[in-house]
């Protein structure tokens, strides 16, 4: 079967299509026919060797990717609450981008039957971390929130997931993606020039919380607009959490349910997660150089079909 992977460290011109034997389910154990595989930063901070990406020790050579959705093909001795035939998505680490999985039954979530799936391909991480993100700063209908890379993956869902608390909900995004954000009730603001000036035009009394999902810069602004380091949550800048006490809740904080209700909710339409592009497996390099841009609305997929 084919499978993406990596034998050294480097940009996106490391990865390349394997060929590897097909994996048979073994007892708690289910094969997945992967159909479509989301693409995240996180996958590039590992076959970049990023530091941040360095406790996942990866061993060479390494498969890639993380957020997949296919339909179950094979199931193993003592499975018993998945079907053949089912479709389903989840994370299986370092091995999505594959034409076959094997996965446990915790690892993977039914699809909705209104779910596109290539949504739900490119669901896992982005669901998980902006479900913990927005638990972890609580937001109110009292609260203005600022939300970094609010058109981006977890960005996006963050935003709409703050703005049904009832909070209001100000976004960083470039001037294309403004109208966008108008259209799902966030207040856009551009990421350029001075953040600190351009959020106080919108709302004089500062913020009360802040989700960051780009790095420092919005740490900064967030403080210097009044939010205090307890509602500030970064998963871009893990260090602000020991230099200002913020909080770094991810995806690994979220708990069991927290992906099937964020995939109830795009189910039923209430919350968007925009597909940006679709590329065959082949393309896998020119994906990633995409995503790298920062230019990207919502989630880059993989097509395996």
């Given amino acids: 079967m084919r499978r993406v992977q990596f034998d050294r460290f480097g940009g996106p011109e ?3 299509l394997g060929s590897v034997p097909e994996p048979h389910a073994r007892p708690n154990q289910l094969r997945i026919r ?16 990023a530091p941040t990406a360095r406790p996942y020790a990866i061993e060479f050579p390494s498969g890639n990717g993380i957020d997949f959705a296919g339909y179950v093909d094979e199931v193993g001795a003592d499975v018993e609450e998945f079907s053949v035939g089912e479709v389903v998505f989840g994370a299986r680490q370092f091995a999505a981008q594959a034409d076959e999985i094997l996965v446990e039954p915790g690892d993977i979530v039914r699809c909705p039957a209104d779910l596109d799936v290539r949504v739900a391909g490119a669901l896992s991480i982005a669901g998980r971390t902006a479900w913990a993100s927005v638990h972890r700063v609580r937001p109110t209908p009292a609260d203005t929130v600022l939300v970094s890379a609010a058109a981006g993956g977890v960005g996006v869902l963050a935003a709409q997931l703050a703005r049904r608390t009832g909070a209001r909900v100000i976004g960083t995004a470039s001037r294309a993606n403004h109208a966008f954000l108008r259209s799902l009730d966030i207040e856009p603001v ?3 020039g001075d953040l600190v000036a351009r959020v106080r035009d919108l709302a004089p009394q500062g913020i009360t919380a802040a989700l960051d999902n780009s790095g420092r810069a919005t740490v900064d602004a967030a403080l210097a607009l009044g939010a205090p380091p307890s509602r500030i949550n970064s998963i871009a800048d893990y260090a602000a959490a020991s230099d200002y006490g913020t909080s770094r809740a991810g995806g690994a904080d979220a708990p069991a349910h927290a992906l099937a209700e964020v995939a109830d909710l795009l189910a039923s339409g209430r919350v968007v997660l925009p597909v940006d592009s679709v590329l065959p497996l082949e393309r896998v390099r020119e994906a990633y ?17």
């Fill in 14 to 16: 490391v990865l390349h």
């Fill in 34 to 49: 992967v159909q479509f595989a989301g693409l995240n930063p996180v996958d590039a901070k590992v076959f970049m060797n």
């Fill in 289 to 305: 150089d995409h995503l790298l841009t920062g230019h990207v609305r919502g989630k880059v997929v993989l097509d395996l079909r």
């Fill in 190 to 192: 551009d990421y350029h």
